[in-house]
């Protein structure tokens, strides 16, 4: 069993919908939690990082831990075609980025 | 601002042949990382430098050889490669955060090998 698990989708939903992406993960020690995004043929771009659990916001993008169930949310509102792309949760016992656990990726697609 | 600039973007190789995958960053960070990103395996750890002078080893390490050249380079040689190595590399930098640590990614290097 991987210690991150990641739907891989394809997700496709229309512009202006609310779009939820998941992970649940294994390790309890995971205290720092991440979303990555990466646009096709790009390097993946930290888009949020919530540490402990609670709810973590930034524009239209909210992230959610629930450390209690091992599972983390990323949600978008109004969802724009330039969401477009794939969606990586990460997460880490440790604050270092050498101990980072990756998830295989959710490819979201926006229809305009 | 270049941030992570990898070369090169594509390459070809055929089984047993050797190659390197150059890395610089220009943001001034101590830590420097390659990482492979297979279908379904997410970013997989290759091998890292905490600093200067210092590399260990990721997950993957196996095949794998790299050098950290001075603060901004960071190269990954293989120096046979076989078909299971066919995959996209990405470098990786990072710089602390008062909560932990944040990776900026080069554009990535696909590479195949035959």
């Known amino acids: 069993q991987k210690e991150v698990e990641q739907d891989p989708g394809p997700l496709s939903v229309p512009e202006g919908a609310i779009v939820s992406l998941n992970c649940t993960y294994s390790?309890?020690?995971?205290?720092?939690f991440m979303w990555y995004r990466q646009y096709s043929r790009k390097g993946p771009e930290l888009l949020m990082y919530?540490?402990?659990?609670g709810n973590k916001e930034d524009g239209r993008f909210t992230a959610q831990v629930d450390k209690s169930s091992k599972y983390i949310s990323l949600f978008i509102r109004d969802s724009q075609p330039s969401d477009s792309a794939t969606y990586l949760c990460?997460?880490?016992?440790?604050?270092?980025?050498?101990?980072?656990?990756f998830g295989s990726g959710t490819r979201l697609s926006i229809r305009p | 601002n270049a941030g992570v600039t990898q070369t090169p973007k594509f390459q070809v190789l055929k089984t047993g042949q050797s190659m390197t995958l150059q890395c610089a960053q220009d943001?001034?960070?101590?830590?420097m990382y390659w990482y492979r990103q297979d279908p379904g395996m997410g970013l997989r750890l290759i091998y890292y430098s905490a600093s200067e002078g210092t590399t260990d080893k990721g997950e993957v390490p196996n095949g794998y050889n790299v050098s950290r050249l001075n603060k901004r380079e960071f190269s990954l040689r293989l120096e046979s490669a076989a078909p299971s190595q066919t995959s996209v590399y990405f470098c990786?930098?990072?710089?602390?955060?008062?909560?932990?640590?944040?990776?900026?990614f080069g554009s990535g290097t696909q590479l195949s090998v035959l």
């Open positions: 990786a930098s990072s710089e602390a955060t008062p909560v932990s640590e944040k990776l900026f």
């Open positions: 919530t540490y402990s659990s």
């Open positions: 990460a997460m880490s016992a440790y604050s270092s980025a050498s101990k980072i656990i």
């Open positions: 390790n309890s020690a995971f205290q720092y």
């Open positions: 943001m001034n960070h101590n830590s």
